[in-house]
C-alpha cells in the first residue's frame, strides 16, 4: 500500500504528529493508500519553506528563466503522462479514456499556456503633462503576490490544481497545496516532477489532510499566506473567505453550480444528445460545469426523452482500466449517499423516473465501490430540490419549454451562475440567448471546450474572479505604479 506523505521544501516528510488517514478505492473501496494528516506545525512549515523561495533563487529569477522552467515541467508532465493517468484512475475510479481525453492533458497545458502569458504580457505605462511643461512618465510594474494558498477539490484534481499552480507559478509566486483528503495522489506525484526539473524547493509545496479543523483550515489562518484560490462547494468558500479576512487576503473562488441544458427543436438532435449526455454523466455527474437540469423545446421533448434515456442505459459500469467501461463510481459512500438522498427526495416530490434511481448490480469483486445509476427525472416542478439544488452526480431533470423567454427564466432563476450550454442550428438566438442568460460560461452547440485564454468563472454563488489567460494576472499579481517627474 502506498504511503503518500507531504511534500514540503522540496522534500517527502510526515505529519509532526505521525498523524495519517486512509485512502479507499471508489471501485471496490479496497484501502490504496495511507495518507499523512497534516497538523498546523506541518502547514506552518509548508508556508515558511514558500516564503522563504520567494526571497531566495525562485524570486531572483528572471520571467524568462521562470518560464523556461514551467515548460521544463509540461514537458516532464508529458513525459510522466501514464504515471499521472494511473495516479487519478486510482484516486477516483473513473475510465482510462476520462483521464486520457478530459482531464490528464489538462495538467501541461495549464503550466504551458501561463508561461505563455506571462512571456508575452505587456508593461503598461503613461505620460502626463505637468504645469512646469516638463511632463511626467508612469510605468506599472508587475509583482508576484507571494504565498498563494491552494485549496483545491476531489472530481477533477490534477486538472483543477494546475489551473492554479500554473498561473501561480508563473506569475513567480510560491504555492502551499491542499488537495482534496479523497485525491491526494497527482498532487503529490507532481512533487517529484518539481524536484526533476529543478523548480527551486519551496516553491511547490503540498500538505494533506481535510477542511475544518484541519490543513485545509490551518493553512487559511496562516496570515503568511498571501492569497488564497480556492475550488470547491460555495460553502466551504464562505468558511475559506471568513478566514481570508483576516489579513485582508484576496481570494478567488470557483465554486458550485446548477447549470441548464437548453434544447431547441432546430439543434442537430443526435449531437444534442451525446452533447447534453457528456454534459449531464461524464465522470458520473461530478463535473461543476455538468448539467443537471434540462430544457426541451416541447415539439421534439418526448424523441429527445428516449434518446437520452437510452444512451444512459448504455453506459458500461467497470474498472477504470477495462476495456468496455466507460462509466465510473462516484468518489466516496459519503458522496454516494448524498445522491442517493437526492433520487430518494426526487421520488417523493412526485417524479416520473425515466430510468435509473438507484444502485446497479454489479459484480461480487466491485459490489462494495461507490456505484450508482444514471438518472434521468420528468414531471417536476421548477420548485423541485434536483431542480434546484447542485447534486453533483450523474443525474438530470428535463422538462418541456414553449418560448426563449420562459427557458431564460428557468435557467437564470437559482442561487448559481456557472455555465449553460445551448443547442440550436439558429445562431441568432443562440447570441440573443447567451446575452440574457446570467452565468460565467455559455457553451452553443458544444460542452467543455475550453481555450484557455479566456475569462473563466462563475456568477452569483458560483464564484468570485476570473481565471485564465491574462485574467489570471490580476489574481496573481500586484501592479505598483511608479511616477518620474522629468
Ligand atoms: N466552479 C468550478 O470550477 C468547480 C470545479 C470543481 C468542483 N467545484 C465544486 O466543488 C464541489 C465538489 O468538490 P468538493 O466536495 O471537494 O468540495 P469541498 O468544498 O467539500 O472541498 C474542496 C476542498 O476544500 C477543502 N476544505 C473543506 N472545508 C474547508 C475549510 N473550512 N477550510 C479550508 N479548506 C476546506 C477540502 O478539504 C477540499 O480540499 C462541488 O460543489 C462542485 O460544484 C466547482
Ligand atoms: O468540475 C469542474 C471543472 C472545472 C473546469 C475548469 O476549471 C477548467 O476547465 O479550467
Redesign the pocket.
Known amino acids: 500500500m502506498q504511503q503518500i506523505n507531504h511534500f514540503i521544501d522540496g522534500a517527502f516528510s510526515p505529519s509532526d504528529s505521525g498523524k495519517r488517514f486512509d485512502k479507499r478505492s471508489p471501485v471496490d473501496n479496497t484501502l490504496i493508500a495511507s495518507i499523512a494528516e497534516a497538523g498546523r506545525t506541518d502547514v506552518d512549515r509548508a508556508v515558511a519553506a514558500a516564503k522563504r523561495a520567494l526571497n531566495g533563487e525562485w524570486g531572483g529569477l528572471t520571467t524568462e528563466q521562470r518560464v523556461d522552467l514551467l515548460y521544463g515541467v509540461a514537458d516532464e508532465i508529458t513525459r510522466r503522462f501514464d504515471d499521472f493517468v494511473e495516479a487519478e484512475m486510482a484516486d477516483t475510479g473513473q475510465p482510462h479514456h476520462v483521464m486520457t481525453h478530459a482531464f490528464i492533458p489538462r495538467g501541461a497545458a495549464n503550466f504551458k499556456v501561463f508561461a505563455d502569458v506571462i512571456k508575452n504580457v505587456p508593461a503598461e505605462s503613461f505620460q502626463m503633462a505637468t504645469p512646469d511643461g516638463r511632463g511626467a512618465l508612469n510605468y506599472a510594474l508587475r509583482v508576484p503576490k507571494g504565498v498563494i494558498g491552494v ?6 484534481p490534477f486538472l ?1 490544481m494546475t489551473w492554479k499552480v500554473g498561473p501561480a507559478l508563473a506569475c513567480g509566486n510560491t504555492v502551499v497545496v ?5 485525491t491526494p495522489l497527482t498532487t503529490t506525484l507532481l512533487g517529484e516532477v518539481m524536484n526533476s526539473v529543478g523548480i527551486p524547493k519551496g516553491v511547490y509545496n503540498v500538505v494533506h ?4 479543523d ?4 490551518y ?2 489562518q496562516n496570515l503568511d499566506v498571501d492569497a488564497i484560490t ?8 464562505t ?2 473567505m471568513k ?1 481570508a479576512a483576516e489579513g485582508t487576503r484576496d481570494v478567488s473562488f ?4 446548477k447549470n441548464a441544458g437548453i434544447v431547441f427543436a432546430d439543434a442537430d438532435f443526435d449531437a444534442a444528445v451525446d452533447g447534453i449526455f457528456r454534459s449531464a454523466f461524464l465522470n458520473s455527474g ?4 455538468g448539467t443537471e437540469k434540462v430544457y426541451v423545446e416541447r415539439p421534439i421533448f418526448e424523441r429527445f426523452v428516449d434518446a437520452l434515456k437510452q444512451k444512459a442505459e448504455a453506459v458500461k459500469y467497470g474498472r477504470p482500466t477495462d476495456s468496455d467501461s466507460n462509466y465510473g463510481p462516484l468518489i466516496s459512500r459519503e ?1 454516494q449517499n448524498k445522491v442517493l438522498s437526492y433520487y430518494q427526495k426526487a421520488k417523493d416530490e412526485g417524479a416520473t423516473i425515466v430510468t435509473g434511481g438507484g444502485i446497479p448490480d454489479m459484480p461480487a469483486e466491485l459490489a462494495e465501490g461507490n456505484w450508482i445509476e444514471p438518472t434521468i427525472w420528468t414531471g417536476l416542478p421548477e420548485t423541485a430540490s434536483v431542480v434546484k439544488e ?1 447534486i ?1 452526480g450523474p443525474c438530470c431533470h428535463i422538462a418541456p419549454f414553449d418560448t426563449e423567454e420562459e427557458v431564460i427564466a428557468k435557467t437564470n432563476d437559482n442561487q448559481y451562475g ?1 455555465s449553460t450550454t445551448i443547442w440550436t442550428t439558429n445562431l441568432s438566438c443562440a447570441h440573443r440567448m447567451a446575452a440574457k442568460i446570467d452565468v460565467g460560461v455559455t457553451w452553443v452547440n458544444s460542452w467543455f471546450l475550453r481555450d484557455l485564454r479566456t475569462p ?3 456568477a452569483n454563488q ?2 468570485i474572479g476570473r481565471e485564465g489567460g491574462v485574467h489570471s494576472l490580476e489574481f496573481y499579481t500586484e501592479m505598483r505604479n511608479v511616477c518620474i517627474k522629468l
Open positions: 485549496i483545491s477539490p476531489w472530481n477533477a483543477l491542499k488537495p482534496s483528503e479523497e489532510g481535510f477542511g475544518p484541519s490543513a485545509g483550515e493553512l487559511t480556492f475550488t470547491g462547494e460555495t460553502r466551504t468558500g468558511a475559506i478566514a470557483e465554486m458550485g453550480g461530478q463535473v461543476c460545469l458522496h447542485e453533483f456557472l473563466f468563472g462563475g458560483s464564484g
